[in-house]
């Protein structure tokens, strides 16, 4: 089943410069009639235009065929935070991996840190990128908790992060709700559907050509693929799909192992920069640990960007700023008097264990899907290692594919009442 499509309406995309479309970009052309390339990849988010642009550096044609614009899904609507690792704990991994890959899986995510970092230099960027991520704990098994994790990470090697009591926290979040934290400063936020668009415009630059409004129908499997739209079909020897979420019906396989779940976000007016600053001194980004969780930020116009919330259900919550800004003041209560500006959400998609899903369905046809929410860094590294596997260096994405993944129970009909059920319980966790 194909996703009902949110508009692409958000602070980021008001926030360009020119507006131009929907998503702030200027609209590139649907495709008609035929292409030939060395590689198609579907979708234009993150996964896409970083596969896309590593392939052409390393020579290939490519045609990155896009259903509606550039950016137009969770990678150009998030919550902009590029954070350290995978949604899924180390200990889960390494049930189902084994201990060495589930090293080489942690460290491919520090890598990934890293290369968004390199791309944003090499290629100017401007996407408002800021230092500093905090995990932060509202109750104190949360501070139990993360003094844990923190133990695991330095001992595992990762020094970037140290624990803060509830005083040093306010250096970085002034909250009366928040006992301590985690922070990392390897990680920190940017705004996504600038960033997307950069990864865009550097693919273009190494040659990729990029179709939107071309919405892929089906594609015909053999030695040469023929991938069909509305108005054309692209002829190539390999393909990568990275529509997650959106990509439907066009391969049923791999829409039977993620699931769209809805998220959402806030923007308020503009605070100015000394009330900003009043709230976040240092401009880090911030997550709690609740299994429904609050994350926030502030933009580069000291707007405080604030999510939080999810629907299994497919459907968008009801009153949804106002919503929204209740548990903004849970958090914030002096905000009573600003006014949220924006509220947009969008589809994010996860697997059963929320570990990433990268793999192939033939020899020639390779997937990255089942981000869970860590996209921002994931699926840049994911489109780097389908590059390398392309061009017959397949080891490092080798390690992604031998995470064991099954698909959500419960068939077409039943699959998401099910989670909605099974999410009652973390609800109920957090409250306690």
Known sequence: MRLSEPPAVSYYADSLEPPGDATGERARAPLRGEFAADVAVVGGGIAGCSTALHLARRGFRVALLEARQVGYGASGRNGGQTIFGLAVSQQKLESQVGAADARRLFDLSIEGLD????????????????????????????????EEWARELRRDGYRSVSM??????RAHVVSERYLGGLIDTRSGHLHPLKYTQGLA?????FGVRIFEDTPVLRYADGATLLVHTPQGQVRCKQLVLCGNAYLGSVEPRLARRILGVGTYVIATDSLGRERARALL??????????????????SADDRLLFGGRVSYSGLEPRRLAESMRRRMLRVFPDLRDVRVARAWGGYLDITMSRAPDFGRLSDNVYYLQGFSGHGLVLAGLGGKLVAEAIAASAERFDVFTRIPHRDFPGGPLFR?????????YYRLRDLL
């Open 164 to 169: 803060l009591d509830s005083n040093q926290l």
């Open 281 to 298: 001194p240092s401009r880090a980004a911030i997550a709690d640990i609740n299994w429904i969780l609050d994350y926030f930020r502030l």
């Open 115 to 146: 290369l968004t970092q390199s791309l944003i230099r090499e290629f100017s960027i401007a996407c408002d990128y800021q230092p500093n991520h905090l995990h932060v704990a509202v109750k104190p098994r949360h501070m139990l908790e993360l």
């Open 416 to 424: 998401r009442p099910s989670l909605v059920l099974a999410m009652l």
């Open 201 to 205: 415009r550097a693919a273009e630059s």
